[in-house]
């Protein structure tokens, strides 16, 4: 039993390109579907200013190192580096993200580089996007320049973001909807890109790692009805397990196979597929992690709804499969998120148990509407709270024997949220903009600024 973090553990902060960088067409950038999605809510802010991190990122990076994290977690825009998604390479997108590797790396913070963030490329969307076979040949070809131009500083790497959370939340994180036939063959797809990154990983980068980064959240049957529990078992399949079934194990989760035959779903294989999927293997798993889910098996029609879901919401259903449930037992955040530390401990002992693979957490916070004082102070003991919930838990399960090698909460810095603007902060570090004013975004350190640089000393 330790009751502190171990000497070597990785603590880090996350954010994405996309939520933060801005200069969304500077400097040769491409457009991607990020920046041409429609909106449902045009009150929010949109992702071409963000928080201006393009600009900012030297003096974000001081801040961050004065915080004290060993590595941070950020995506690279895949259209910086191929504005049409493959063919020439934009050679200041790709001196952009050197120097950034180069910045953080004088503060001896390793960089751990996601490939892809919600951001394909317009053009290849276009071509059909994750439907089109294509569009894995081109994120291969896009991994491999990644990982030779940075390959000789950058050992650590993250495949493609939350795959699970983006086919399934498509509406809110995509702006349309995705057929389900069509959806589960993206989803084939984004699993062999997947599997080809962690390939090219390994032959090009120098002790090079890779790991998959879903959202892995526990889902719990609202009853210990037996029908509620197949509910739980379905819904654990469709949206945890088959991800990471695919990527650790090389294989089809054999329940999620059960709900693609149910649907009539056939997915087509490319005839390498099978040999890759099992002989590409990843050395760690990211997740990220925000609450658990609970799920019912839906009765009758008249309470289903859409199927359109928060990330995090109850708002889930499919018909004949499982329906979201509020837990009653559990807390909720401004957002409609529920908050459930012991469930976090609970999700890593399963995975864990699972796997057998290093587990990082590369996402898991708190959103919240924070307030600038008078005297320029951001009093956020909300996040702390659940900060110091969480990371007592992720203490709790390194003790229960979980190989938990790190945590980099969402956000490093204040950005755009997912579908509700810049309202919804999670940052440590406060940017100074609105949904309709992006005034000169400057930066301030909260509170959870100053309580996250004691727990990194401190352990
Ligand atoms: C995850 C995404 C992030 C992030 C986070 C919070 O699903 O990987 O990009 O935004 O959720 O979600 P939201 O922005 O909707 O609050």
């Given at each position: ?11 880090g902060a996350s954010i ?55 590595i941070f977690r950020f ?37 751990y580089i996601t ?43 993250l ?203 590369t ?45 980099s ?51």
């Amino acid at each position: 039993m330790t009751e502190r973090f171990p000497k070597d553990f990785l603590w880090g902060a996350s954010i994405s390109a996309h939520q933060t960088e801005g200069a969304y067409a500077t400097d040769g950038k491409g457009l991607s579907v990020q920046d041409t999605r429609p909106r449902d809510n045009h009150e929010i802010a949109d992702f071409t200013v963000a928080v201006d991190h393009y600009h900012h990122y030297k003096g974000d990076i001081a801040l961050l190192a004065e915080m004290g994290i060993k590595i941070f977690r950020f995506s690279i825009a895949w259209t910086r580096i191929f504005p049409n998604g493959r063919g020439t390479i934009n050679q200041q997108g790709l001196d952009h993200y050197s120097d950034v590797i180069d910045e953080l790396l004088k503060y001896d913070i390793q960089p751990y580089i996601t490939l892809s963030h919600f951001d394909l490329p317009q053009a290849l969307e276009d071509e059909g996007g994750w439907t089109n076979r294509e569009t894995v040949t081109a994120f291969k070809e896009y991994a491999e320049t990644l990982f030779t131009a940075y390959g000789d500083r950058v050992t650590h790497w993250l495949t493609i973001n939350e795959p699970n959370i983006m086919l399934l939340v498509d509406r809110k994180i995509l702006g349309k909807e995705i057929p389900l036939q069509e959806k589960y063959q993206q989803f084939h797809h984004l699993m062999m890109a997947e599997k080809h990154a962690f390939d090219r990983c390994h032959a090009l980068v120098p002790g090079g790692k890779i790991g998959p980064v879903p959202n892995i959240s526990l889902v719990y049957p609202a009853t210990s009805k037996p029908e509620d529990n197949q509910a739980a078992l379905y819904f654990n399949s469709v949206r945890n397990w088959a991800y990471l079934d695919f990527a650790c194990f090389g294989r089809y989760n054999a329940v999620f196979k059960d709900y693609l035959q149910q649907n009539q779903i056939a997915v087509t294989f490319a005839p390498e597929d099978e040999v890759l999927m099992k002989t590409a293997l990843p050395d760690f798993v990211a997740m990220n992690f925000y609450t658990t889910v609970t799920v019912e098996q839906p009765t009758t029609t008249g309470d289903m709804k859409n199927g359109i879901s928060d990330q995090q919401s109850e708002d889930i259903m499919e018909r004949g499969f499982y329906k979201g449930f509020t837990n009653t037992y559990l807390k909720k955040n401004a957002f409609n998120w529920t908050i459930d530390p012991l469930g976090l401990k609970t999700t890593l002992q399963t995975l864990y148990d699972r796997y057998h693979l290093p587990i990082i957490i590369t996402e898991n916070g708190l959103g919240a509407e924070d307030q600038l004082t008078g005297d320029e102070k951001i009093h956020d003991d909300y996040r702390i709270d659940y900060l110091a919930q969480h990371t007592a838990q992720c203490l709790a399960a390194i003790n229960a024997g979980v190989e938990l090698i790190g945590y980099s909460p969402w956000s490093a810095i204040d950005l755009i949220s997912v579908h509700e603007g810049i309202k919804k902060r999670y940052g440590f570090i406060y940017v100074d903009r609105t949904d309709d004013d992006e005034k000169a975004q400057k930066r301030y350190r909260k509170d959870s600024f100053y309580w996250y640089q004691t727990l990194i000393k401190e352990g």
